[in-house]
């Protein structure tokens, strides 16, 4: 069934009992509309187009890296220009790409078949890259997902590969750039593949999802799962809202701002973009709403939420939250979103 869901404001519901894991997709109530003052523009297009490739952010520069290619190209906000910068050292669509001190972290990915346990580190002031201590496991391709906290790098992995090739069980690392060394933690209560993270106030939160290993990975995440050094994990029911792949994020101001699209299984689409608040464990919508993209890049900067490339869909006619048999059209448009 089409749904249509502008100018819907409705409470967030929580659907699922605490403790319970999902096994099925369900369709909840949009998320509540925010009420602050707010802007999308347009910023200065990217040079190629590109998606799935992942960024981060250092003294103002938004570093856009991989995605099916060696290309790291930096966006400066200030200047609203675009310079390329040293390559990666091998093709690839990042797991993630993580600021830590002033540098960034680069934790495994993929090109086609071939997948990557590598750890690379990108200094801006040298516009240099460096090969780390590589990953304990491999994680398969758009299952893994990174952050830092307390000068820390934190990957989770919902699909690991095994030293033979099979697929194996989802896990959680810490890296320590002082020692250069990988520790294994206890992962969250179950896997997920896709969705959102990010990293604030001392926590690493994973939202939204498919399940990797329930029902050959139908299903979705009901819950987010929140980990905290010396608590552990935590698992809170929030309802499914489309949160599953292809989706452009970064924190901005202790929120967790995703730009995506939620999959009815009918040969349409709804625009499931939403602004994650883990103080309040709510959902808002966009105002206005977020483009109808999928695939884009997220990074957070001066201040404002970048979606930078991606797939840009048409609106169905009379519902300009939903599209409907259309294929996307990549784009550079770089648009810049201010709460």
Known sequence: MRRNWAGVVLLLGFAMACGQDPVEPSHEPAPTASTAASNW???????????????????????????????????????????????LP????????????????VAGGFYGSQIS?????????????????????????????????????YVYAGVTI???G???????????????SWATLHPPSYARSGGASGATDGSF???????????????????????????????TPLGNHGLNSGLA?????????IVGLGYEGDGCSFNSSAIYDPASHTLQRFSPQ?????GAIGAAAAGKFFVMGGADYPPLDGSPDETCDSPGSWTTEVLAYTP
């Open 41 to 87: 523009t347009s910023e200065a297009s990217m040079t190629v187009m590109r998606q799935r490739a992942k960024a981060a952010t250092v003294n103002g520069v938004n570093y856009v890296i991989g995605g099916g290619s060696r290309l790291v190209e930096g966006y400066n906000v200030a200047a609203r220009t675009w310079t390329t910068k040293r390559p």
């Open 90 to 105: 091998e093709v690839l669509t990042p797991t993630g790409a993580t600021t830590i001190n002033g540098k960034i972290y």
């Open 117 to 153: 346990k590598t750890l690379y580190v990108y200094n801006p002031a040298t516009d240099a890259w460096t090969r780390k201590a590589d990953l304990p496991y491999a994680i398969a391709q758009t299952t893994g997902h990174q952050g830092a906290i307390s000068g820390k790098l």
């Open 162 to 164: 095994n030293p033979d």
């Open 166 to 180: 099979s697929r194996g069980q989802h896990r959680f690392f810490r890296y320590n750039p002082a020692t250069n």
């Open 205 to 235: 939160y994973l939202i939204g999802g498919r399940l990797p290993t329930s029902r050959n990975g139908v299903g979705y995440a009901y819950d987010v799962h929140s980990y905290t050094p010396g608590t552990g994990w935590t698992k």
């Open 249 to 257: 994020y970064a924190t901005l101001g202790k929120k967790l701002y």
């Open 290 to 294: 977020a483009p109808l993209r999928s």
